[in-house]
């Protein structure tokens, strides 16, 4: 017997999906900018969008173990070793991890628009023409 539960529709995880590229995209592009920034800025509002971006990456990293801890209860559930509440209690994990992730990441983009207002310039890339600020 096999028990796949999906989360969300097909078509939420395929926006998702997209909206989860767009946020990597903003942070690469982001990244390239932030090192760029001169050091007479002052070093509060660079160390911020430095210190968030360090948090996207390390809950992007617990987001994905929390998919493959998912994916493990998930064979284990098939394979009849786990029980239905564990997989649940995967799939909860992994959804805190996911918001967990959107956070920071919505963090992140505060600290850039912080940024940003201190220099009284947008960065360049950082703020035109990614899709994930507009």
Do not use: W
Not at 17 to 44: M, Y
Not at 46 to 52: D, F, G, I, S
Not at 77 to 91: D, I, K, P
């Amino acid at each position: 017997m096999k028990c796949r539960i999906n989360m969300m529709p097909a078509e939420k995880r395929a926006q998702y999906q997209r909206n989860r590229f767009r946020a990597v995209e903003s942070v690469v592009v982001t990244r390239v900018s932030v090192r760029k920034i001169d050091a007479a800025l002052p070093a509060g509002s660079a160390r911020n969008v430095q210190t968030n971006q360090q948090r996207v990456e390390s809950s992007r990293s617990a987001r994905q173990l929390a998919e493959r801890q998912l994916e493990a209860e998930q064979r284990k559930f098939e394979a009849g070793t786990s029980t239905s509440f564990l997989v649940f209690q995967a799939q909860r994990d992994l959804s805190l991890a996911r918001n967990v992730e959107l956070q920071n990441i919505l963090n992140f983009h505060r600290s850039v628009i912080d940024l940003e207002t201190v220099q009284e310039a947008p960065l360049q890339g950082a703020a035109q023409g990614t899709a994930a600020t507009r």
